[in-house]
Protein backbone atom coordinates (compact mmCIF):
# COMPACT_ATOMS: atom_id res chain seq x y z
CA UNK A 1 0.00 0.00 0.00
CA UNK A 2 1.63 3.23 -1.75
CA UNK A 3 -0.41 6.02 0.29
CA UNK A 4 -3.00 5.00 3.36
CA UNK A 5 -6.02 7.22 3.82
CA UNK A 6 -4.33 9.20 6.78
CA UNK A 7 -1.38 9.87 4.54
CA UNK A 8 -3.58 11.47 2.18
CA UNK A 9 -6.22 13.08 4.55
CA UNK A 10 -3.13 14.46 6.19
CA UNK A 11 -1.76 15.50 3.07
CA UNK A 12 -5.12 17.32 2.09
CA UNK A 13 -5.12 19.18 5.92
CA UNK A 14 -1.89 20.29 4.70
CA UNK A 15 -2.92 21.78 1.59
CA UNK A 16 -5.58 23.36 3.16
CA UNK A 17 -3.53 24.79 5.91
CA UNK A 18 -1.14 26.34 3.68
CA UNK A 19 -4.03 28.14 1.48
CA UNK A 20 -6.24 29.32 4.78
CA UNK A 21 -3.56 29.75 7.43
CA UNK A 22 -5.98 32.37 8.99
CA UNK A 23 -7.86 28.78 10.48
CA UNK A 24 -4.88 28.17 11.89
CA UNK A 25 -4.58 31.40 14.06
CA UNK A 26 -8.36 31.18 14.81
CA UNK A 27 -8.32 27.43 16.38
CA UNK A 28 -5.01 28.30 18.76
CA UNK A 29 -7.07 31.87 19.46
CA UNK A 30 -10.23 30.07 20.18
CA UNK A 31 -8.24 26.98 22.01
CA UNK A 32 -6.30 29.50 24.37
CA UNK A 33 -9.81 31.30 25.57
CA UNK A 34 -11.35 27.74 26.48
CA UNK A 35 -7.91 27.12 28.84
CA UNK A 36 -7.68 30.46 29.88
CA UNK A 37 -11.83 30.12 31.07
CA UNK A 38 -10.48 26.75 33.06
CA UNK A 39 -11.13 24.29 30.98
CA UNK A 40 -9.24 20.98 31.21
CA UNK A 41 -10.69 19.19 28.27
CA UNK A 42 -12.82 20.67 25.25
CA UNK A 43 -13.80 19.42 21.80
CA UNK A 44 -12.14 20.38 18.88
CA UNK A 45 -14.92 20.10 16.84
CA UNK A 46 -16.48 22.62 18.97
CA UNK A 47 -13.49 25.18 18.53
CA UNK A 48 -13.72 24.33 14.40
CA UNK A 49 -17.42 24.65 14.59
CA UNK A 50 -16.03 28.39 15.79
CA UNK A 51 -13.75 29.61 13.39
CA UNK A 52 -16.55 28.26 10.65
CA UNK A 53 -19.42 30.57 12.28
CA UNK A 54 -15.90 33.37 12.34
CA UNK A 55 -14.73 32.97 8.80
CA UNK A 56 -17.96 32.88 7.08
CA UNK A 57 -19.72 35.34 8.82
CA UNK A 58 -20.50 38.44 7.60
CA UNK A 59 -18.42 37.90 4.86
CA UNK A 60 -20.45 35.69 2.06
CA UNK A 61 -18.52 35.31 -1.83
CA UNK A 62 -20.38 36.33 -4.60
CA UNK A 63 -22.53 33.12 -4.30
CA UNK A 64 -24.05 34.37 -1.00
CA UNK A 65 -21.63 30.81 0.20
CA UNK A 66 -18.75 30.95 3.01
CA UNK A 67 -15.27 32.03 1.70
CA UNK A 68 -13.83 28.32 2.23
CA UNK A 69 -14.89 25.02 3.37
CA UNK A 70 -13.33 23.32 6.48
CA UNK A 71 -13.54 19.66 5.97
CA UNK A 72 -13.86 17.96 9.32
CA UNK A 73 -11.63 15.15 8.30
CA UNK A 74 -9.02 18.32 9.28
CA UNK A 75 -9.65 19.09 12.81
CA UNK A 76 -8.16 16.00 13.91
CA UNK A 77 -4.89 17.57 12.51
CA UNK A 78 -5.36 20.65 14.02
CA UNK A 79 -5.94 19.47 17.68
CA UNK A 80 -3.29 17.18 16.96
CA UNK A 81 -0.85 20.26 15.83
CA UNK A 82 -2.22 22.43 19.14
CA UNK A 83 -0.87 20.10 21.83
CA UNK A 84 2.12 18.60 19.59
CA UNK A 85 3.12 22.60 19.63
CA UNK A 86 1.74 23.27 22.94
CA UNK A 87 2.83 20.44 25.07
CA UNK A 88 1.51 21.82 28.10
CA UNK A 89 -1.72 21.09 27.18
CA UNK A 90 -1.19 17.80 26.47
CA UNK A 91 -4.79 16.03 26.80
CA UNK A 92 -6.68 18.84 26.06
CA UNK A 93 -8.22 17.38 23.12
CA UNK A 94 -9.30 13.96 23.30
CA UNK A 95 -7.54 11.79 20.43
CA UNK A 96 -9.29 8.56 19.07
CA UNK A 97 -7.03 6.00 17.29
CA UNK A 98 -6.95 6.86 13.52
CA UNK A 99 -8.10 3.88 11.63
CA UNK A 100 -7.53 5.50 8.61
CA UNK A 101 -3.74 4.59 8.74
CA UNK A 102 -4.46 1.18 7.69
CA UNK A 103 -6.31 1.84 4.82
CA UNK A 104 -5.89 2.69 1.18
CA UNK A 105 -6.36 6.07 0.15
CA UNK A 106 -9.61 6.60 -1.58
CA UNK A 107 -9.47 7.84 -5.34
CA UNK A 108 -9.91 12.08 -5.64
CA UNK A 109 -13.52 12.72 -4.88
CA UNK A 110 -13.49 16.60 -5.73
CA UNK A 111 -13.99 19.87 -3.72
CA UNK A 112 -16.09 18.58 -1.34
CA UNK A 113 -13.18 15.89 0.05
CA UNK A 114 -11.02 18.94 0.56
Avoid at 52 to 67: F, K, L, M, Q, V
Amino acid sequence: MEETRLDQMRRKAQEFHLKHPEVWKLFERFTFDRVEKGFKRYSADAIMHRVRWETAGGRPDSNGEAPFKICNNHITFYSRAFMRLHPEHEGFFVLREQPSASQEAKPYEGPEDE
